[in-house]
């Protein structure tokens, strides 16, 4: 699913805007396919990083404080 632009409220620029997605000339859609890959790449490592990078007694800690957190409201 892909994201809904932000319309502008003037309606000559929401005009030209809807007119630019329609034919597919939007700016602001075009990616760069390599930073695209970049950004999920690190994305997809950086948890487990972190995790591995814990001593167990701090994740412990940490899954202690979430549980208190959440079943304490």
């Known amino acids: ?3 809904r632009p932000k319309l502008p409220a003037d309606p000559n620029q929401r ?3 809807i007119i ?3 034919t597919g000339n ?3 859609s075009r990616k ?3 930073a695209v890959a970049l950004g999920r790449r690190g994305g997809l ?3 487990r990083a972190r995790a591995d990078k814990l001593s ?3 994740r412990a800690e940490i899954a ?3 549980a208190q957190t959440r079943w304490g409201k």
């Open 64 to 66: 202690r404080r979430a």
């Open 32 to 34: 760069d396919p390599a």
């Open 20 to 22: 630019d997605i329609a």
């Open 1 to 3: 699913m892909t994201k």
């Open 45 to 47: 490592k950086g948890g």
């Open 15 to 17: 005009a030209k805007r």
């Open 56 to 58: 167990p007694e701090k």
């Open 26 to 28: 939007d700016p602001e």
